[in-house]
Nanobody, 118 residues
Framework: QVQLVESGGGLVQAGGSLRLSCAASGRTFSNYAMGWFRQAPGKEREFVARINWGGSTRYSDSVKGRFTISRENAKKTVYLQMNSLKPEDTAVYTC????????????WGQGTQVTVSS
């Protein structure tokens, strides 16, 4: 069983930055692919970013160039650095673990709220 706990959300003005963290349990965290997703009010959950066990990353077009996903295996933590935030980035951000690198995210955190004011 893997538990994921997000932190770092909050209220920020447009143009500002936040760094989200996702702390994981589990002995084989370094083997997992990890992803960040978000869900805005009244909208479906959408993919934000992914990092695999080797450090390769992928981003949605809407955040590419502004957000950076990274991981620190010794701390079993994945980060999402969010710069140049826009009001449309307002959402609940959730991290997820893909233990088999199959793009099936088996474990999910509870989420952290990010609100960007204009």
């Amino acid at each position: 069983q893997v538990q994921l706990v997000e932190s770092g959300g909050g209220l920020v003005q447009a143009g500002g930055s936040l760094r989200l963290s996702c702390a994981a349990s589990g002995r084989t965290f370094s083997n997992y692919a990890m992803g960040w997703f978000r869900q805005a009010p009244g909208k479906e959950r959408e993919f934000v970013a992914r990092i695999n066990w080797g450090g390769s990353t992928r981003y949605s077009d809407s955040v590419k160039g502004r957000f950076t996903i990274s991981r620190e295996n010794a701390k079993k933590t994945v980060y999402l650095q969010m710069n140049s935030l826009k009001p449309e980035d307002t959402a609940v951000y959730t991290c997820a673990a893909d233990p088999t690198s199959s793009y099936y995210y088996e474990y999910w955190g509870q989420g952290t709220q990010v609100t960007v004011s204009s």
